[in-house]
């Protein structure tokens, strides 16, 4: 016997995962009315069909901006798309948004993603983390282990894909991404991004 899903919960469904309202009835039907394994369904669904898109070619897109709250702080971002009707869609420019405050709120952030991150930056955390004072008495094998642990946690804390979504802690950035390919069903990246701080000096460099 199928069960009955209230519109509400399936309106629910579709505003955290941008699927469909067909898909959605039909995985809470499935999950016998359970949003959470729902979602989880859906999710994983919609990752995989993502991860189909990622390598189309993206020429379209927008430069978003904001200026956080006493103006001391603001953010450009370029996002990428497919096509110009997806560039114009108003979800699509919501995301370049919450991108760009995302960008704000996200201060040890650099860079878009962990293979961004030049191997300079790299060797020198590298250098950092090798003459810390509590690894002096461990052996290689374990000094190098954990060494290569906070490398790797340091890395991810630069990388803007990596962050837990301001507005949803249960996603990252790069599944927020993700669930917009699915729900728009292009291709998208984010170029590059530039943060301002009042009275900071950029290296010219």
């Known amino acids: 016997m199928t069960i009955q899903v209230s519109s509400h919960t399936i309106k629910e469904l579709r505003s955290k995962t941008g699927a469909g309202m067909m898909d959605c009835k039909k995985a809470l039907q499935a999950a016998e009315g359970n949003i959470a394994v729902a979602l989880d369904s859906l999710r994983k669904k919609g990752l995989a069909s993502a991860d189909k898109k990622l390598a189309r070619s993206v020429t379209e897109g927008i430069i978003d901006s904001y200026i956080h709250t006493g103006s001391k702080i603001g953010v450009l971002v370029e996002l990428n798309c497919e096509t110009d009707f997806v560039a114009r869609r108003i979800e699509f420019q919501k995301l370049a948004k919450n ?104 290296d010219s460099n």
């Open 99 to 202: 991108l760009a405050m995302q960008i704000a709120a996200c201060q040890n952030v650099s860079y878009v993603s962990v293979d961004d991150i030049p191997q300079n930056i790299i060797d020198n955390e590298i250098s950092i983390e090798s003459e810390k004072e509590d690894l002096i008495n461990k052996s290689a094998n374990i000094k190098d282990e954990i060494i290569q642990g906070r490398i790797n946690k340091r890395l991810q804390e630069m990388s803007l894909l990596n962050q837990p979504f301001i507005k949803d802690h249960t996603i990252s950035v790069e599944d927020l991404i993700k669930k917009h390919i699915t729900l728009l069903g292009e291709n998208i990246k984010i170029r590059r991004f530039q943060r301002f701080l009042l009275g900071e000096l950029k």
